[in-house]
């Protein structure tokens, strides 16, 4: 079983210590065929995902990518204590082994989740009598941490345990034995596994706010009073909805201000919801990919921030389509093949802008063949080689060239849509979106400028709150006085990437 490489190392610039010259050989492979951990570990950092036997063992194409991108296999559900001890008197480990196994032939580090969860206590175990349940309790945890203490090296001794006002919540271990039970469960992990990393594992603690407050006081707590924590598990299940945009930068400061106690912070398990998200599949698939190249951004320039873990290889297995609905939140489609969130990791583990804000995704080719118009006759020219859309005939001003843009908006992400036109000089030029959703029919300015004379850029920033259902969106340029010819002979729409608070340093 290889260990994994020691994250402290690995941010303090000594990987080459810590990595056989296997990995170097590795790391020298081009770059489209470097897996994702070989990135990972030029930016310092180790990737893991979850994964579950039967898929393990059911599906080649997954187990494949498991082990080819991931340092570190999570158990998604093999240790927890409802799933091991759902007998009484007999611990079933048959799960755990088989993952275990997969990893020594892949040499992946495991990830230990989670020892203490309210959610997985098992279903025969009373809570009548405190002593009893406490009892059962210290037994489940020491047997899992010694039954596995030489393959695991990081644990999540409690997990969810904070509600959302950043207290702790109601629980059944708290009803029966008390909030102390989280102290006694970190002390009792420390002296069962004394090399062990010991991490307190939480979701909606990624970004600032009460439970985010809640967490830190939590880390402090437990620092004063001795009590053993070596890291914090932020699990980074997003969804771009509720929480509207991400306060990128204020997750990084709050990274940083958990760094600053001592912890090592893992972002334990990451996937990222999009099918409620109003608009097109390529927009939401572009959204997510956004959201994921920020957040391994800003791990990657985090020092304390150590670990990403996916929770889970491709959309076809996600909890997410059993726990809540039908979604697309990891980076691997249903036939295995790499969504956009996967090349935004690669981007981010390079340090590199991502693709996303450099692609092209309007669906307009050189020769302009989807551009139609809003009115007067639409003439089609090939200029010195350069193809030209030319409208005349124009009777209103707002007649125009246009294009459809609903194949790929989507709420959540600020496009940047431009073209190259020419009018008489003087004119106003102006860039107008028409979208016709559950809202009506509505007119939004995007831009507007005074024609040159000369041919010029017209760009403008769409952000559009679409509501279903959505008919059709174009956006088409006009300004022009009736009478007047307006030429366009490119367009072009890429994602409006922030000069990056999350990826500078
Ligand atoms: O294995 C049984 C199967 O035999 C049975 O037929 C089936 C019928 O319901 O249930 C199967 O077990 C389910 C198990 O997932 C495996 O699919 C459990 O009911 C179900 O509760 C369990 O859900 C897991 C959940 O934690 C609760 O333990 C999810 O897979 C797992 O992804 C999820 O992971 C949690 C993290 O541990 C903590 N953070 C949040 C995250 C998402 O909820």
Same mark, same amino acid.
């Given at each position: ?16 210590? @810590? ?47 498991? /082990? ?18 759902? #007998? ?6 048959? !799960?755990?082994?088989?993952?275990? $196994? ?21 279903? %025969? ?6 002593? *009893? ?8 945890? #020491? ?11 990081? %644990? ?38 004394? #090399? /062990? ?9 990624? %970004? ?23 890291? *914090? ?19 990084? $400061? ?32 572009? !959204? ?10 800003? @791990? ?5 921030? =150590? ?15 059993? +726990? ?11 036939? !295995? ?6 090349? +935004?990791? #690669? ?22 063949? =989807? ?24 009777? +209103? ?38 979208? *016709? ?14 024609? =040159? ?49 999350? =990826?500078?340093?």
């Amino acid at each position: 079983m290889r260990r994994w490489a020691s994250t402290a190392a690995v941010r303090l610039g000594l990987l080459g210590l @810590c990595l056989g010259s296997g990995w170097r050989a590795q790391a020298a492979e081009s770059e489209p065929d470097s897996s994702l951990r070989v990135l990972a570990e030029r930016a310092g950092l180790t990737l893991g995902v979850a994964v579950d036997t039967p898929v393990l063992n059911g599906d080649p194409a997954h187990a494949a990518l498991a /082990a080819r991108h991931f340092h570190v296999l999570t158990p998604e559900n093999a240790l927890k204590w409802g799933h091991v001890e759902w #007998q009484q008197g007999r611990r079933d480990t048959r !799960a755990f082994e088989a993952i275990a $196994a997969f990893a020594a032939a892949n040499s992946q580090g495991l990830r230990g989740h989670a020892l203490v969860w309210d959610r997985e206590i098992p279903a %025969w175990l009373s809570r009548d009598d405190p002593r *009893v349940f406490d009892a059962a309790l210290a037994d489940h945890l #020491q047997a899992t941490m010694s039954d596995h203490r030489d393959l695991i090296e990081v %644990w999540d001794v409690v997990n969810e345990a904070l509600g959302p006002d950043g207290h702790r919540a109601p629980s059944s271990l708290v009803e029966v034995l008390g909030p102390s039970y989280l102290e006694t469960a970190f002390l009792r992990a420390r002296a069962e596994a004394p #090399q /062990a990393r010991l991490f307190y594992n939480d979701y909606a603690v990624l %970004w600032p706010g009460p439970k985010a407050d809640g967490l830190v006081r939590l880390v402090k707590a437990l620092q004063q009073a001795h009590v053993p924590i070596d890291g *914090v598990g932020l699990q980074s299940h997003l969804h771009l909805v509720p929480e509207g945009r991400l306060d990128w930068p204020g997750i990084r $400061a709050h990274l940083r201000r958990l760094g600053a106690l001592g912890v090592e912070i893992h972002l334990s398990e990451v996937d990222v919801r999009v099918a409620d998200l109003a608009g097109a599949d390529q927009g939401r698939l572009l !959204a997510q990919a956004d959201a994921v190249y920020r957040l391994v951004s800003v @791990c990657r320039l985090e020092p304390a921030c =150590t670990h990403v873990a996916f929770w889970g290889v491709s959309d076809r297995y996600s909890w997410i389509d059993t +726990a809540i609905g039908p979604d697309d939140p990891l980076l691997w489609d249903e036939q !295995a093949a790499p969504k956009p969130a996967y090349f +935004a990791v #690669q981007d981010a583990l390079l340090g590199r802008p991502w693709r996303g804000c450099t692609t092209n995704i309007s669906g307009v080719g050189p020769s302009l063949e =989807t551009v139609t118009t809003t009115g007067g006759r639409l003439r089609r020219s090939l200029e010195s080689s350069q193809a030209e859309v030319v409208v005349t005939d124009r009777t +209103a001003s707002w007649h125009g060239p246009q294009v459809d843009v609903r194949a790929w908006l989507s709420e959540g992400l600020t496009f940047r849509l431009s073209a190259e036109v020419q009018t008489a000089e003087g004119m106003p030029l102006q860039w107008t979106l028409r979208v *016709v959703d559950g809202g009506g029919t509505r007119f939004l300015k995007v831009t507007e400028t005074v024609a =040159t004379g000369a041919w010029q850029s017209l760009e403008g920033l769409l952000q559009v709150d679409l509501q279903p259902p959505v008919e059709t969106v174009h956006a088409y340029v006009e300004g022009p006085n009736a009478g007047h010819d307006l030429a366009l002979r490119s367009v072009s729409a890429t994602v409006a990437c922030a000069p990056s608070e999350a =990826t500078s340093p």
